[in-house]
């Protein structure tokens, strides 16, 4: 890296990513207009398009882009099912690129915010009584491990049935990377984590608890909330309140965060990082939504917001970073919506994903002046 220039690997994905990609970069061309920071971009190939192209869907000249940059910023990938029949089962953009990316800068730690600002608490589908003031948690999912990851097999057993086998595994180190990580948020944050587990049933989760307690000792401040994963489901509609960061495995984490996102109104709204130890990479939660490709009607906010968390846990531009945030959600706090949340009663008008991006550009564009 240059003093004040960064590399970005761009993988802008399948279906809506090019277009929601579109908008998320030009936060770099605004901030190295108001800004002495450089950034180079480094357009590659990845998911269904790049396995069209290539025959991988991430392939060799992807990988060492993604290496010799300073951060990634993945957009998302997959096509519709009857598209994906088309490709083999291992080369099917979940397996084939998002995968291996995670596991190639085993990118352990998964943040994903379920952030609803008060002014954009209509969105949510939950009624005003329990959104209250907003919504204002910190997912934090095991991203490298557990049932993705474990050993898989499927043949035929000896009474002649076919079978499959997949194990959720996980060492003592990897619970406790994940749980420091969660723990140091939970510190700088309100002092309270909520421990989201199933160790009522499964033995994974007894043994995660227990190397809880060790890491735990090490945070004397930060209250710790044990909490079924099952109840945390209806807890997160019930009292989302209640909820300040919460700690996973990788499973629970997926499930658990699309249900954030349905709580928030939207996936839209969901970006996230992807934290490891050298590299990092950035990327909305939800998938690519080849039903509406191409239509300009995509919300870009996941992306740009995607963006945001890049300049903050990447290149350690706080203020930039809020400035960007602040900049989304003043867009929808002037009464604007995006497709996807058309439910909203209070829009004044469904933008284009072009024009959103406009509005939040013009916003932070002031931001940085
Ligand atoms: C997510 C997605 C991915 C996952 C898929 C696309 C592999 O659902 O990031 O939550 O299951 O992790
Ligand atoms: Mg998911």
Redesign the pocket.
């Known amino acids: 890296m240059q003093s004040n220039g960064y590399k970005i690997a761009v993988l802008e994905g399948d279906a809506i990513g090019p277009e929601i990609m579109q908008q998320a970069v030009r936060v770099f061309d605004l901030l190295s207009q108001h800004r002495d920071v450089r950034f180079t971009l480094m357009p590659a190939k990845f998911g269904a398009g790049a396995y069209f192209d290539t025959g991988k869907a991430f392939p060799d000249e992807t990988k060492a882009i993604c290496d010799e940059a300073d951060a990634i910023l993945k957009g998302p990938v997959?096509l519709s099912y009857e598209e994906a029949q088309k490709i083999p089962v291992a080369e099917q953009p979940?397996r084939g690129a998002?995968?291996p990316l995670r596991a190639r800068y085993n990118t352990y730690a998964n943040f994903r915010p379920i952030l609803l600002s008060r002014d954009m608490a209509h969105f949510s589908p939950l009624k005003p009584e329990i959104i209250k003031d907003g919504i204002d948690i910190l997912l934090i999912r095991e991203l490298v491990g557990g049932l993705?990851f474990g050993a898989k097999e499927r043949g035929t057993n000896k009474d002649g049935l076919r079978y499959v086998k997949e194990t959720l595994e996980y060492d003592e180190d990897q619970i406790r990377a994940i749980l420091q990580v969660a723990f140091e948020q939970a510190q700088k944050r309100k002092k309270v984590l909520h421990n989201i587990h199933k160790s009522n049933v499964l033995i994974s989760s007894v043994f995660w608890n227990e190397v809880l307690q060790e890491v735990q000792q090490d945070y004397p401040q930060v209250t710790v909330i044990h909490l079924l994963v099952d109840a945390a489901a209806t807890a997160l509609c019930l009292n989302p309140g209640q909820f300040d960061v919460m700690v996973m495995e990788n499973m629970f984490g997926?499930i658990l965060?699309?249900q954030g996102g349905g709580i928030l109104g939207s996936l839209g709204l969901m970006p996230?990082a992807c934290i490891g130890p050298e590299k990092a990479y950035y990327?909305p939660?939800h998938?690519s939504a080849p039903d509406i490709a191409g239509q300009n009607i995509a919300n870009p906010y996941s992306m740009i917001g995607s963006v945001a968390m890049m300049l903050e846990m990447s290149f350690n531009m706080t203020e930039e970073a809020a400035a960007v945030w602040q900049s989304m959600q003043g867009v929808f706090e002037d009464g604007y919506s995006t497709a996807d949340l058309s439910s909203a009663q209070r829009s004044v008008e469904i933008l284009t994903t072009d024009a959103f991006g406009d509005r939040v550009m013009a916003k932070l564009d002031a931001l940085l002046s």
């Open positions: 997959g979940e998002i995968l993705y997926d965060s699309d996230s990327e939660s998938g």
